[in-house]
């Protein structure tokens, strides 16, 4: 008998675990998801409705609301609505209005970069959490919250966001960074697709948060091959986000991931995924340090200059 790649996620039924990523270049059109779908992707993020100091153009709002009514329409696996922004404003009623037109899920992608001197992390935090509390009040839909890796303590922010109503968290949100041109004197950005080195953050966080919180796990940054899905999932990943690979390789890809998979899981005996999932998280691990700093002084000391090197003494 064939393993199961069934799964769940915010309480959906999901025919796999490789979940598409909010990327607009993938889900632009119904076509492309279709397309998604018949690769074998799980669930699929909308790109990602924008929210500026006040609230999106009400031209915006309307496309998107027909881009969620048009997949819910085209697609059997769920469809889960994404919102960006960076501080209160209108939240509520975006959140409120993707809901209404058939999300099955809201994806709160929490991009910021604080930059007031004048507040503490720990302001900032608590009006994070007081908008995923406000937006989970607000909605019946089950609620995500896509993280930067950049917090002061991300274990405590994880409890406060459960206890806010988040039902996930997606490990991590990916910032692409400026860079200058120094003939032009401008300001440049690049887009630089994520790499296999991308998934060692999450998995590493996700190995620590694993079986301390009710929160589901997805994972984000770096997943391009059904063996990366296999190492986020034993680190305790209820699902994993795919993109790059995806934009790399096109969406015949997705369903290679899946063979890869499906193949790992026949070859060692796991029936289903919930056999593997979380077995090697800290909790499970046989060397829980390997997720803390005593694997950063392992690592050191157990590396080998280049032969070049060997004449200095």
């Known amino acids: 008998m064939s393993p199961n790649r069934r799964t769940s996620y915010l309480g959906l039924e999901l025919p796999s675990p490789l979940v598409v ?3 607009a270049p993938l889900s632009s059109s119904t076509a492309r998801l279709q397309q998604l779908q018949a690769e074998g992707a799980g669930a699929v993020v909308l790109p990602s409705l924008f929210l500026d100091h ?3 153009g009400q031209a915006d709002a309307d496309t998107y609301v027909a ?3 048009a997949a819910r329409s085209a697609l059997s696996i769920p469809v889960i609505a994404s919102l960006n922004g960076n501080r209160p404003g209108q939240w509520l009623q975006a959140a409120t209005a993707l809901a209404r037109a058939g999300a099955h899920a809201l994806e709160l992608n929490l991009y910021s970069v604080p930059t007031d001197a004048e507040r503490s992390s720990a302001e900032l935090e608590a009006e994070q959490v007081a908008m995923v509390r406000d937006v989970c009040a607000s909605v019946t839909i089950p609620v995500a919250v896509k993280l930067s890796p950049w917090y002061t303590t991300l274990a405590p922010l ?3 966001l459960q206890a806010a109503g988040a039902r996930a968290l997606v490990l991590f949100n990916r910032f692409y960074q400026p860079d200058v041109d120094i003939e032009t004197l401008q300001t440049v950005s690049h887009l630089e697709l994520s790499g296999p080195g991308d998934q060692r953050l999450p998995l590493r966080w996700i ?3 694993h079986g301390r919180l009710e929160l589901e796990l997805a994972a984000s940054g770096g997943i391009a091959s059904g063996g990366d899905a296999v190492r986020l999932l ?3 990943a209820q699902v994993t986000q ?4 995806l934009l790399r390789g096109g969406p015949g890809h997705l369903q290679r991931m899946n063979e ?6 026949a070859e060692h005996g796991i029936q289903n995924l919930d056999g593997l999932r979380g077995c090697l998280s800290q909790r499970r691990s046989p060397d829980p340090e390997a997720f803390e700093r005593a694997q950063y002084v392992r690592t050191l000391s157990d590396y080998s200059p280049p032969q070049s090197w060997s004449s200095l003494r």
């Not at 795919?242 to 690979?245: D, K, L």
Request: proline share 4%; no cysteine.
């Open 158 to 160: 994880a409890r406060e």
């Open 242 to 245: 795919v993109v790059s690979a």
């Open 234 to 236: 034993m680190v305790g």
């Open 21 to 23: 990523g909010a990327a």
């Open 207 to 209: 190995g620590l948060l």
């Open 54 to 56: 006040t609230s999106p």
């Open 67 to 69: 881009e969620i009514r």
């Open 260 to 265: 890869e998979l499906e193949l790992w899981l």
